[in-house]
């Protein structure tokens, strides 16, 4: 009789920054149904997949759920996977992390549940070709990964239902293929689908096996034509049992060491730097999604190796924003590592940056991702906690560092206080990053508006920058230009600043004063006109003050609006995380709300951080006329298309009618204090 082996389970992982409440509904919602589903069916063997800090989560939380787990684990019902403990992509992260996640989430698991991980997840199914060396080396000896990858790897037929070797300077691991077509008959059907899918399966190879591992949630979320609620998940899971043990005769469910005792592989193949299938279109740039879907479509019938998307490093330079959160986990990997002398201090600091490591906030999918202001204020408060923790108290002296910090081949110029890491890029000689220490809050963590394939001409109307949201990036607007225009980024910019390459000045270098100057053009109806910025960035202990030296050039008189633009991301812009003031000479401050508007004259504009008690203070030097505006995207996330704040704009205006040869000088600082 033709047989079935199966390995069935779940994944399981919520990312850092997640709140108690939003795990706990999950919590409710999926976790707790399905354990109790599979620990009321003891003959049906289960492999599951925990991250770390999920783990901790429940054993904080829910200590009698991991209690049903460890006895699952000793009657041999559940095999628990390994893997990074904070859920990283892999290949994203240094190869010595690497090696420390895993193993800390391996000793998590040996003495929790008494048995360390033989096989690992692999985080969203992120590959790349060295990842063998470093898994043999931390243990493991199997893990899965999408049948897609099997395809890419040239495999087809009966290759795709059993695992292979893969191999990496030497250090070989076996790899079991998901099945892609298994696990999309569970999510949209009924029980009875899935069975007749197994039937249809069935073969008298014993090699064959089927893997059904989705994430936890899956199982039990809402839809597949009225068979599961959220009052009433378990009923699909208990029917499921049900018929997996009815059915036992020819549907063997076994755990992945136990299939490998018996059955060693023999087919190799070497996959190459991919994903899943969906996940390889959402890294590409939304014209060439387009172009991808449309050529598939024309050529492809059914999932195929010949036609490649992206790769998930792609979202690096798809999302400028993801790509300085993965500057600055490397910059801090080299800070944690240069610790010496304290073993607690460094683990301490390893630990912060292993928590700025989690993957969610890094890319942008099905979920909101990189457009979840709370992920991201997570990952840098994690690993800004874990730079406060390598310097050494009483050792520690502010100084400015030059170093081509987000790998883009120019030199970028970080200085680093007390209570303030400030760093400025020489395109634009902007402000990029701005950390308040003392909360361990980057308030240049912004995002900007960018378009998505799902955008349609609705949310395109409202506008998509062509530019970072930092602050202190130089505009010259025509004195015309409207608010509304600046906002749905339509006022032309006349000046060439933004693009343009400051030079750092040379001579004595001072620790607390960057000094930059650059030269450009400013646009006229009769021509371009010679411009010049020389920019000094003076830092204190709580403040950073720029004075800008502008002057014209000798070949014609200029008639403009300078407009900096000043951008500060904070949590939120309800009236319980933001409120706003504007302040003239010595009168009393004024509140004005978030929503965009025109302050006509302000000699500074105050921004209370209700969420992290500070406040920050933007000060003009001169009294000038004020834009104010959110910033806001448009997502796809959990409940469809969602409009998220992402920060707030400031842009003081200053009109120049300047003669050649004439020059502007002004000051423009930001302060910060505790409220």
């Not at 989560?57 to 209690?67: F, G, I, K, P, V």
């Not at 590592?337 to 301490?348: H, M, S, T, V």
């Not at 030059?402 to 200085?415: A, K, R």
């Amino acid at each position: 009789m033709n047989a079935v082996k199966l390995i069935f389970g779940s994944t399981n992982s919520q990312p850092v920054g997640a709140t108690d409440d939003e795990i706990e509904q999950v919590y409710q919602r999926s976790y707790k149904p399905f354990l109790r589903a599979l620990y009321n069916a003891p003959q049906i063997p289960v492999t599951l997949h925990y991250s770390g800090q999920l783990l901790q989560w429940l054993e904080r939380h829910h200590s009698e759920y991991t209690d049903v787990l460890a006895e699952m684990v000793s009657r041999k019902q559940a095999e628990l996977l390994g893997g990074g403990f904070y859920d990283p992509v892999l290949p994203l992260i240094p190869r010595p992390d690497r090696l420390g996640q895993i193993e800390s989430l391996t000793t998590f698991l040996r003495k929790r549940f008494g048995r360390r991980p033989r096989g690992t997840w692999i985080t969203e199914h992120v590959w790349e070709p060295t990842l063998p060396s470093t898994l043999r080396s931390s243990g493991m000896e199997y893990a899965f990964l999408d049948d897609y990858h099997f395809i890419a790897a040239g495999l087809s037929g009966s290759d795709l239902l059993r695992p292979c070797i893969t191999e990496d300077q030497g250090k070989t691991i076996a790899v079991f293929p998901v099945c892609h077509e298994l696990r999309e008959s569970a999510r949209e059907g009924r029980p009875e689908d899935v069975l007749a899918f197994l039937e249809a399966r069935a073969s008298s190879d014993e090699s064959e096996v089927l893997v059904l591992l989705d994430a936890g949630e899956r199982y039990t979320e809402p839809g597949c034509g009225g068979e599961r609620s959220p009052d009433a998940p378990t009923p699909w899971l208990e029917r499921l049992m049900g018929l997996l043990q009815e059915h036992h005769e020819w549907i063997d469910v076994m755990l992945p060491a136990a299939y490998l005792k018996e059955n060693r592989p023999r087919t190799r193949g070497y996959f190459p730097s991919t994903s899943y299938e969906e996940m390889m279109c959402w890294a590409l740039m939304p014209e060439r999604q387009e172009a991808y879907e449309a050529l598939r479509a024309r050529f492809v019938a059914g999932r195929s190796g010949y036609i490649f998307g992206g790769y998930f490093r792609q979202f690096l330079t798809r999302y400028a924003e993801s790509n300085l959160m993965y500057a600055k986990m490397q910059y801090t990997h080299v800070l944690v590592n240069q610790i010496r002398g304290d073993k607690y201090r460094k683990q301490a600091a390893r630990e912060e940056l292993w928590k700025g490591q989690c993957h969610s906030a890094y890319w942008h999918g099905h979920h909101c991702g990189i457009y979840s202001n709370r992920l991201r204020k997570q990952v840098f408060r994690s690993l800004i906690e874990a730079e406060k923790k390598t310097r050494e108290r009483g050792i520690f002296i502010p100084s400015v560092v030059t170093v081509d910090f987000d790998m883009d081949g120019l030199d970028e110029f970080l200085y680093q206080g007390q209570d303030l890491n400030a760093y400025v890029h020489s395109e634009g000689g902007v402000l990029f990053e701005l950390d308040y220490l003392p909360i361990s809050w980057n308030y240049l963590d912004t995002l900007a508006r960018r378009r998505e394939s799902y955008h349609g001409p609705e949310i395109e109307a409202r506008g998509y920058d062509g530019h970072l949201r930092k602050s202190y990036m130089d505009h010259f607007l025509s004195p015309d230009a409207t608010v509304e225009e600046f906002d749905a980024a339509r006022a032309e910019d006349q000046g060439s600043f933004m693009s343009e390459l400051y030079d750092r000045a040379d001579g004595k270098r001072d620790a607390h004063v960057i000094a930059l100057s650059a030269s450009g053009t400013v646009s006229q109806r009769d021509g371009d006109r010679g411009m010049s910025i020389a920019k000094h960035y003076r830092f204190k202990r709580s403040t950073v003050d720029v004075r800008y030296e502008i002057t014209c050039g000798e070949d014609g008189r200029v008639d403009t609006v300078f407009a900096p633009e000043l951008n500060f991301g904070l949590l939120s812009q309800d009236a319980d995380s933001l409120r706003l003031f504007f302040q003239r000479g010595r009168t009393q401050a004024v509140e004005i709300g978030p929503q965009r508007q025109v302050v006509e004259t302000a000699g500074s504009i105050r921004l209370d951080d209700l969420v992290n008690d500070t406040s920050l203070t933007v000060g003009f030097g001169d009294e000038c006329e004020v834009w104010i505006m959110p910033v806001e995207t448009v997502s796809r996330g959990c409940d469809g298309l969602e409009t998220r704040y992402q920060g707030t704009t400031v842009v003081p205006r200053f009109p120049l009618a300047l003669d050649p040869g004439a020059g502007f000088t002004v000051s423009i600082s930001i302060r910060l204090d505790r409220l």
